[in-house]
Every structure is written in structure tokens, then in C-alpha cells.
């Protein structure tokens, strides 16, 4: 979900680290966790956070997306700070964040935005990898549109570039030949205990789908929280706290026990019917 943003020029830095969490095998074999930070300029608290981040990319596959104010910086090169903030995500994998407007953004700024990030912002110690586009429509209609997106993004970075969809709900199937990985979930803790899955997911790799679940009440055991949406057939997935803010100096009060999770359970030690045994969290009234 794109934030919004000031009238005066600024890079907000978003840090979205994706940890796959894997009941079946998911690429790289690994498990995993999503992170965001909304801030900038640079604090020096952020610091924490970001030796956290790539820390964890070291115990389990890490991707970082990463938002210059909101995709839209045209300044090349970015600015001194952001690219030493950057610099400290030595072993992730970096994805740039574009926004699409749902399908009405002129694919032109949308083009512009993919190039920067491939032939500007890339340094010797930050490569882009793939590029993830937010607000996207889920409705049949926007096919054209979005595999047209798909098609230059591939382009620009190569087969194995990833391509990210983000609907933030049950998308047309029809997407899933226009992506790499879809965003079928972006919602309150509370809409997710009822959430019903697309039927046709259990056709594709977990590597496929994102689960992004938010205002999770201080109280929900996240570790059951994961186990649920392994049950999902969710490949990554991510969850922050009641009231969040994504602007804090700080880490999300669940993200230790996220990548203790994420490092303890490999695919070959918690599959689907082993993620099944895991309690599942009952309803929680948010705060």
C-alpha cells in the first residue's frame, strides 16, 4: 500500500525485507520474514535497523524492496544518504518499489521509474533484482496493462529479474502469467483470521503468493500466525504490530521472534502436515 507523502521533495526509504515462511519447498529453501521502514531523512537509530535487516539475510533469504520516495526520485545519482543506507543491505536481494495507480499511472512513468532503478540507482554494493509494483488492479481488465509491465521489467533486468504484483487481495488468476510473486493479502490482523483463499493456489509453488498482515494485537503468538498462513499456501509473509508506524526509528516488537522462526524451521522440518499441528491463533480483538 503506497503512504502518503509530503508536498516538499523527500526519499522515503522503505525497507520491505521478505522472508519466505515455507510449508512446501519454496526457492532457495529457505524461510522467511517482510520488514518496512517508512523514514527519512537518515536517522542514526536507523542504523539498528538496518544491521538487523541484513543480519537476518544471513540465516534465511532475505529480499529488501526499496522506496525512494515513493519510486518517483528522478534525481540521478540518488541522494549521499540513500545510497549509504543502501549500502548497509549487502546481502539481500533489493527490489525496487514503483507505484501503478491501480491500473491508470501512464506506463511511461511507470518505465521511467523501472529504468532509474536499473541503470542509475544500481552500485557496486546495491544491484536491483526485480521491481515491485503497488497498487495493482485484480480484475481481468488490467491484464494488458500489467503484463506489459512485466514484459519491460524483464527486459530491463533479465529473466530471473522478479516481477511483484501487489493487489493486496484474491486477484484474477490471469496475473499469475503477468508476475513472479503476487500479493494476495495486505490487510488488518482481524480480516485475516476469516480470510478465504483463492482456489486456484494450491496449483502453484507458495514462492508465488505473499501474505502482508497488519494491526496484529500485541498478544497473538506469531510463530501460530506464520503456521496459518503456511496452511494458506503462502510462500512469504509479513506482519506488524497494532498501530504501527512505518516512519519508527524501531524494530516491529515482532520481528525476533519472525526471524527465530524463520530460522528453526527449514522446509525439511516443517511441512504442510507438520505446520498443521501448530496451534492456530484465535480471534483477537485489535486495540
Same mark, same amino acid.
Given at each position: 500500500?503506497?503512504?502518503?507523502?509530503? @508536498?516538499?521533495?523527500?526519499?522515503?526509504?522503505?525497507?520491505?525485507?521478505?522472508?519466505?515462511?515455507?510449508?512446501?519447498?519454496? &526457492?532457495?529453501?529457505?524461510?522467511?520474514?517482510?520488514?518496512?521502514?517508512? *523514514?527519512?531523512?537518515?536517522?542514526?537509530?536507523?542504523?539498528?535497523?538496518?544491521?538487523?535487516?541484513?543480519?537476518?539475510?544471513?540465516? *534465511? =533469504?532475505?529480499?529488501?524492496?526499496?522506496?525512494?520516495?515513493?519510486?518517483?526520485?528522478?534525481?540521478?545519482?540518488?541522494?549521499?544518504?540513500?545510497?549509504?543506507?543502501? @549500502?548497509?543491505?549487502?546481502?539481500?536481494?533489493?527490489?525496487?518499489?514503483?507505484?501503478?495507480?491501480?491500473?491508470?499511472?501512464?506506463?511511461?512513468?511507470?518505465?521511467?521509474?523501472?529504468?532509474?532503478?536499473?541503470?542509475?540507482?544500481?552500485?557496486?554494493?546495491?544491484?536491483?533484482?526485480?521491481?515491485?509494483?503497488?497498487?495493482?488492479?485484480?480484475?481481468?481488465?488490467?491484464?494488458?496493462?500489467?503484463?506489459?509491465?512485466?514484459?519491460?521489467?524483464?527486459?530491463?533486468?533479465?529473466?530471473?529479474?522478479?516481477?511483484?504484483?501487489?493487489?493486496?487481495?484474491?486477484?484474477?488468476?490471469?496475473?499469475?502469467?503477468?508476475? =513472479?510473486?503476487?500479493?494476495?493479502? &495486505?490487510?488488518?490482523?482481524?480480516?485475516?483470521?476469516?480470510?478465504?483463499?483463492?482456489?486456484?493456489?494450491?496449483?502453484?509453488?507458495?514462492?508465488?503468493?505473499?501474505?502482508?498482515?497488519? =494491526?496484529? $494485537?500485541?498478544?497473538?503468538?506469531?510463530?501460530?500466525?506464520?503456521?496459518?498462513?503456511?496452511?494458506?499456501?503462502?510462500?512469504?509473509?509479513?506482519?506488524?504490530?497494532?498501530?504501527?508506524?512505518? *516512519?519508527?526509528?524501531?524494530?516491529?516488537?515482532?520481528?525476533? &521472534?519472525?526471524?527465530?522462526?524463520?530460522?528453526?524451521?527449514?522446509?525439511?522440518?516443517?511441512?504442510?502436515? *507438520?505446520?498443521?499441528?501448530?496451534?492456530?491463533?484465535? $480471534?483477537?480483538?485489535?486495540?
Amino acid at each position: 500500500e503506497r503512504k502518503s507523502r509530503g @508536498s516538499v521533495w523527500v526519499s522515503l526509504l522503505v525497507f520491505l525485507v521478505v522472508v519466505s515462511v515455507v510449508g512446501r519447498v519454496v &526457492e532457495g529453501g529457505q524461510i522467511s520474514l517482510v520488514y518496512a521502514v517508512y *523514514t527519512y531523512p537518515i536517522q542514526p537509530a536507523l542504523s539498528q535497523v538496518y544491521a538487523a535487516l541484513n543480519n537476518a539475510s544471513y540465516s *534465511t =533469504d532475505v529480499v529488501a524492496i526499496i522506496n525512494p520516495n515513493n519510486g518517483d526520485a528522478n534525481s540521478c545519482p540518488v541522494s549521499s544518504d540513500f545510497q549509504n543506507a543502501l @549500502s548497509t543491505l549487502t546481502n539481500t536481494q533489493n527490489i525496487g518499489y514503483t507505484h501503478s495507480g491501480y491500473a491508470t499511472r501512464n506506463f511511461s512513468d511507470v518505465a521511467a521509474v523501472i529504468d532509474n532503478y536499473y541503470t542509475c540507482w544500481n552500485t557496486s554494493n546495491t544491484r536491483f533484482t526485480g521491481i515491485f509494483v503497488d497498487e495493482s488492479l485484480q480484475t481481468p481488465d488490467g491484464l494488458p496493462y500489467y503484463c506489459r509491465i512485466y514484459n519491460y521489467i524483464k527486459s530491463k533486468g533479465g529473466n530471473s529479474a522478479k516481477v511483484w504484483l501487489n493487489p493486496g487481495q484474491v486477484t484474477d488468476e490471469g496475473y499469475m502469467n503477468c508476475s =513472479d510473486v503476487i500479493v494476495l493479502y &495486505e490487510n488488518p490482523y482481524s480480516n485475516w483470521q476469516n480470510y478465504t483463499v483463492a482456489p486456484w493456489m494450491t496449483k502453484y509453488s507458495p514462492n508465488r503468493f505473499a501474505a502482508m498482515v497488519n =494491526d496484529v $494485537p500485541t498478544n497473538v503468538n506469531i510463530s501460530s500466525t506464520i503456521a496459518l498462513a503456511i496452511q494458506r499456501g503462502f510462500g512469504y509473509f509479513i506482519a506488524y504490530g497494532a498501530g504501527y508506524d512505518y *516512519t519508527s526509528n524501531s524494530l516491529s516488537p515482532f520481528f525476533p &521472534e519472525m526471524v527465530r522462526f524463520s530460522s528453526i524451521n527449514s522446509p525439511s522440518s516443517l511441512s504442510p502436515s *507438520t505446520a498443521s499441528t501448530l496451534p492456530i491463533p484465535s $480471534p483477537v480483538a485489535s486495540s
